[in-house]
């Protein structure tokens, strides 16, 4: 077949010197399409990586159950010490614990990969012309597989305290969603900056663990003194965590309103950290 | 209207910052003014900045190639890497009109872990096929790549040439209407290359433009019918790749002649009563009865000139300044020349060209040396000079690099077949068909062919 065969209908692209969208519509617009082109290339690198890893290592997928546990085990002691009080619960410890750790795992999860992504993909983004916002997602592939992992483990230690999950559990995926958006939307705005000074990238891992500790991931959120409160009250994070985290367990969600407030946050801090990525993309390449 | 173009670039330009320090402020400062929402005059240098692309312009038409020439950091990559949309233009644009394929280092994305097959579909996604598109090609792509049963091991066992290879197969397979290459033809061995060539043939003829990045004369004239010789970032040369392909050796001679120039010791040196090393092993030295202060080069026709760039075949004049301060008898004068990579290539000798001197006296003389015809090849050559004695088998006077000259290019002959080579040759080529040997006892023609 010859390539060429009618010049209006090849694709033109052009290179200029100025950022010719600059609004926030076309931005996400650029998003969607440039994702829905990639597909198959983000596919690809998944699995590449995916099967990579798997033959690379003796334990395999194991660390990815290994992670959690060992987290876990720390709080663990600390609560059977008598150190940690994690406040009034209705279920055992264990099972609360591990599903606070898994949705912030999720999240700090996500905010690795897509901060690192292009750096991970250093080469490709030097070599080929696959658009960036493809190889800053492509990790997220990954962190949604060893949540899938978390899952049997959860079903696991649910069938052994014997507590049975309420229907609405099925909608926690959706529930996640405004979760994901927010990791993602700052995992591109710290992978543009990761690029342009690296230290970014170790300060923020160190901010999200003090994070952690401003959101009830551990413990319950009640708190006798009122300023901790209401930390806990205005951290979006609360909310967007513990959510999913009681419509797993019973169904309910205790603050709704001020869930959708957290959720449109999250969505409100993607659509920004796509624009930002999209304004500044092009100085990544140059700093690699 | 012309609408057959593929590409158009317009006064493209690219700067970068000196330090890494720099880049790194630069860049956070742009982001930052971005995000804010401002406009950051980019065609402007700050300090600490350099222009790596400068006011580059072209067009490209379909089943054109364009070859891309000069030294290491001129601008060649970052021109092709803003083509191929991994860098924004600072000032210009550029408009590409169908599906770029890059051959930029091949094999981007191979994992050592993976086997050949599962490579080629990764690699195969990163340059815009589908799995469909591959699994329809994967035998033409297991023909082209050649490595037999080594598909199916994992890549990291692989010869570098194999890598390549394979790389090369999935690239080819692509078809896009502009096609950049970056420094990826020299590898494999020559018939692998030859399929290289004849599938760049193929794709030129089927409306492909291709843009050829090569230090490799041979590789640039063989694909591309266009030239565009960058120095410094900017365009030095553009036109005909004959043109071009000149231009650049004459830049490289120029560029060579420059460094020996520097590794000259100042004028000035040994000039006065200094005494002479008496030794070998420095530029300069000698007994001290004869000094050479001034080693000039030019033509007979342009004499006295301080250019230094001969044209080719030029006669040359070689005048050089002379004080002798003890008489000598049977003086010899001698030069030889040395070129880019070989020492003495050429030497013109008084004594071999019948200058029988008797003996001279204390002073200051001028000796000329006219060559009227040479067939030194383009390229740059040092002088040397030495002043010698009848039956005395060592030197008066030695000096290493008096002198350095460059010959230019010719504009009617293209010399493209050895870089390396000194002396031209000229000569008239036939080729006549030798009648059939009937021998007896011989094989039918018909037969032999087959077998």
Not at chain 1, 222 to 232: G, T
Not at chain 2, 25 to 40: E, F, H, Q
């Given at each position: 077949?010859?390539?060429?065969?009618?010049?209006?209908?090849?694709?033109?692209?052009?290179?200029?010197?100025?950022?010719?969208?600059?609004?926030?519509?076309?931005?996400l617009?650029?998003?969607?399409?440039?994702?829905?082109?990639?597909?198959?290339?983000?596919?690809?690198?998944?699995?590449?990586?995916?099967?990579?890893?798997?033959r690379?290592?003796?334990?395999?997928?194991?660390?990815?159950?290994?992670?959690?546990?060992?987290?876990?085990?720390?709080?663990?002691?600390?609560?059977?010490?008598?150190?940690?009080?994690?406040?009034?619960?209705?279920?055992?410890?264990?099972?609360?614990?591990f599903?606070?750790?898994?949705?912030?795992?999720?999240?700090?999860?996500?905010?690795?990969?897509?901060?690192?992504?292009?750096?991970?993909?250093?080469?490709?983004?030097?070599?080929?012309?696959?658009?960036?916002?493809?190889?800053?997602?492509?990790?997220?592939?990954?962190?949604?597989?060893?949540?899938?992992?978390?899952?049997?483990?959860?079903?696991?230690?649910c069938?052994?305290v014997?507590?049975?999950?309420?229907?609405?559990?099925?909608?926690?995926?959706?529930?996640?969603?405004?979760?994901?958006?927010?990791?993602?939307?700052?995992?591109l705005?710290?992978?543009?900056?990761?690029?342009?000074a690296?230290?970014?990238?170790?300060?923020s891992?160190?901010?999200?663990?003090?994070?952690?500790?401003?959101t009830?991931?551990?413990?319950?959120?009640?708190?006798?003194?009122?300023?901790?409160?209401?930390?806990?009250?205005?951290?979006?994070?609360?909310?967007?965590?513990?959510?999913?985290?009681?419509?797993?367990?019973?169904?309910?969600?205790?603050e709704?309103?001020?869930?959708?407030?957290?959720?449109?946050?999250?969505?409100?801090?993607?659509?920004?950290g796509a624009?930002?990525?999209?304004?500044?993309?092009d100085k990544?390449?140059?700093?690699? | 209207?012309?609408?057959?173009?593929?590409?158009?670039?317009?006064?493209?330009?690219?700067?970068?910052?000196?330090?890494?320090?720099?880049?790194?402020?630069?860049?956070?400062?742009d982001?930052?003014s971005?995000?804010?929402?401002?406009?950051?005059?980019?065609?402007?240098?700050?300090?600490?900045?350099?222009?790596?692309?400068k006011?580059?312009?072209?067009?490209?038409?379909?089943?054109?190639?364009?070859?891309?020439?000069?030294?290491?950091?001129?601008?060649?990559?970052?021109?092709?890497r803003?083509?191929?949309?991994i860098?924004?233009?600072?000032?210009?644009?550029?408009?590409?009109?169908?599906?770029?394929?890059?051959?930029?280092?091949?094999?981007?994305?191979?994992?050592?872990?993976?086997?050949?097959?599962?490579?080629?579909?990764?690699?195969?996604?990163?340059?815009?096929?589908?799995?469909?598109?591959?699994?329809?090609?994967?035998?033409?792509?297991?023909?082209?790549?050649?490595?037999?049963a080594?598909?199916?091991?994992?890549?990291?066992?692989?010869?570098?040439?194999?890598?390549?290879?394979l790389?090369?197969?999935?690239?080819?397979?692509?078809?896009?209407?502009?096609?950049?290459?970056?420094?990826?033809?020299?590898?494999?061995?020559?018939?692998?290359?030859?399929?290289?060539?004849d599938?760049?043939?193929?794709?030129?003829?089927?409306?492909?433009?291709?843009?050829?990045?090569s230090?490799s004369?041979?590789?640039?004239?063989a694909?591309?019918?266009?030239?565009?010789?960058?120095?410094?970032?900017?365009?030095?040369?553009?036109?005909?790749?004959?043109?071009?392909?000149?231009?650049?050796?004459?830049l490289?001679?120029?560029?060579?002649?420059g460094?020996?120039?520097?590794?000259?010791?100042?004028?000035?040196?040994?000039?006065?009563?200094?005494?002479?090393?008496?030794?070998?092993?420095g530029?300069?030295?000698?007994?001290?009865e004869?000094v050479?202060?001034?080693?000039?080069?030019?033509?007979?026709?342009?004499?006295?000139?301080?250019?230094?760039?001969?044209?080719?075949?030029?006669?040359?004049?070689?005048?050089?300044?002379?004080?002798?301060?003890?008489?000598?008898?049977?003086?010899?004068?001698?030069?030889?020349?040395?070129?880019?990579?070989?020492?003495?290539?050429?030497?013109?000798?008084?004594?071999?060209?019948d200058?029988?001197l008797?003996?001279?006296?204390?002073?200051?003389?001028?000796?000329?040396?006219d060559i009227?015809?040479?067939?030194?090849?383009?390229?740059?050559?040092?002088?040397?000079?030495?002043?010698?004695?009848?039956?005395?088998?060592?030197?008066?006077?030695?000096?290493?690099?008096?002198?350095?000259?460059?010959?230019?290019?010719?504009?009617?002959?293209f010399?493209?077949?050895?870089?390396?080579?000194?002396?031209?040759?000229?000569?008239?080529?036939?080729?006549?068909?030798?009648?059939?040997?009937k021998?007896?006892?011989?094989?039918?023609?018909?037969?032999?062919?087959?077998?």
């Amino acid at each position: 077949m010859n390539p060429i065969q009618s010049t209006y209908e090849l694709p033109v692209r052009v290179y200029t010197s100025c950022v010719q969208k600059t609004s926030i519509v076309s931005s996400l617009v650029q998003v969607v399409r440039e994702i829905w082109m990639t597909r198959e290339v983000v596919w690809r690198l998944f699995l590449r990586d995916f099967t990579v890893q798997f033959r690379q290592k003796v334990l395999g997928y194991l660390w990815a159950f290994l992670g959690p546990l060992i987290g876990m085990a720390s709080f663990l002691f600390l609560n059977y010490s008598g150190i940690l009080n994690p406040g009034e619960l209705t279920i055992p410890y264990p099972l609360y614990l591990f599903l606070g750790m898994t949705l912030w795992g999720f999240f700090t999860g996500v905010i690795g990969v897509v901060s690192g992504g292009l750096l991970t993909h250093g080469d490709l983004v030097l070599r080929t012309s696959i658009p960036k916002i493809a190889l800053a997602l492509a990790g997220t592939g990954n962190v949604v597989y060893v949540q899938l992992v978390n899952l049997v483990i959860l079903m696991i230690l649910c069938g052994t305290v014997g507590i049975v999950p309420s229907w609405w559990a099925l909608t926690v995926p959706l529930m996640v969603l405004p979760l994901i958006a927010l990791a993602v939307g700052i995992g591109l705005v710290f992978s543009v900056i990761g690029a342009l000074a690296r230290d970014v990238t170790a300060m923020s891992t160190t901010v999200l663990n003090l994070m952690m500790f401003l959101t009830p991931v551990a413990y319950v959120p009640k708190f006798a003194n009122r300023y901790l409160q209401n930390i806990i009250m205005f951290n979006p994070l609360s909310h967007l965590i513990e959510a999913p985290r009681n419509v797993f367990l019973r169904g309910t969600i205790e603050e709704p309103t001020a869930f959708v407030i957290s959720s449109l946050f999250g969505f409100l801090i993607l659509i920004l950290g796509a624009h930002a990525f999209y304004l500044t993309q092009d100085k990544v390449a140059e700093r690699l | 209207m012309d609408s057959n173009w593929t590409i158009r670039a317009e006064g493209l330009s690219k700067k970068f910052g000196m330090t890494l320090r720099r880049s790194m402020a630069y860049g956070l400062k742009d982001s930052l003014s971005r995000l804010c929402g401002n406009r950051v005059p980019s065609n402007v240098l700050r300090s600490g900045e350099f222009w790596a692309v400068k006011d580059v312009s072209f067009e490209l038409h379909r089943g054109e190639s364009l070859g891309l020439m000069g030294i290491n950091g001129s601008g060649k990559t970052t021109l092709l890497r803003i083509l191929n949309g991994i860098f924004a233009p600072d000032v210009g644009q550029v408009v590409m009109r169908g599906r770029v394929g890059a051959l930029v280092a091949v094999g981007a994305g191979f994992s050592p872990m993976l086997t050949g097959r599962e490579n080629i579909y990764v690699n195969g996604a990163l340059l815009g096929l589908g799995k469909r598109d591959i699994d329809r090609k994967l035998d033409e792509i297991l023909a082209f790549a050649d490595i037999g049963a080594f598909i199916d091991s994992p890549v990291k066992h692989y010869s570098s040439g194999m890598v390549v290879r394979l790389g090369f197969a999935v690239a080819a397979m692509c078809e896009p209407e502009i096609l950049l290459i970056d420094e990826v033809l020299a590898v494999g061995d020559i018939n692998f290359q030859k399929k290289c060539y004849d599938y760049l043939h193929r794709l030129k003829r089927d409306g492909t433009s291709i843009i050829l990045v090569s230090h490799s004369v041979g590789a640039i004239w063989a694909i591309c019918d266009k030239g565009l010789l960058l120095h410094e970032g900017q365009v030095r040369s553009s036109g005909s790749v004959e043109d071009v392909l000149r231009a650049y050796s004459d830049l490289n001679a120029r560029i060579a002649l420059g460094r020996t120039k520097q590794s000259q010791p100042l004028p000035g040196f040994l000039q006065s009563a200094d005494p002479l090393p008496t030794c070998y092993g420095g530029q300069k030295g000698g007994t001290g009865e004869v000094v050479v202060h001034e080693v000039t080069i030019g033509t007979l026709k342009r004499n006295g000139t301080q250019d230094d760039s001969l044209e080719f075949g030029e006669s040359i004049a070689i005048e050089a300044t002379i004080d002798v301060r003890t008489s000598i008898v049977s003086p010899i004068f001698r030069f030889t020349v040395d070129a880019m990579h070989y020492k003495y290539v050429a030497s013109v000798d008084s004594f071999e060209q019948d200058l029988r001197l008797k003996t001279i006296a204390p002073g200051k003389f001028v000796l000329r040396v006219d060559i009227p015809r040479q067939n030194l090849m383009p390229g740059s050559y040092v002088l040397n000079m030495a002043v010698c004695k009848k039956g005395v088998d060592s030197h008066l006077f030695f000096w290493f690099g008096a002198a350095s000259f460059q010959i230019l290019h010719p504009r009617d002959k293209f010399l493209y077949s050895e870089a390396n080579a000194v002396v031209y040759l000229g000569g008239e080529f036939s080729l006549t068909e030798l009648a059939e040997q009937k021998v007896s006892g011989s094989m039918p023609v018909e037969s032999r062919a087959v077998s």
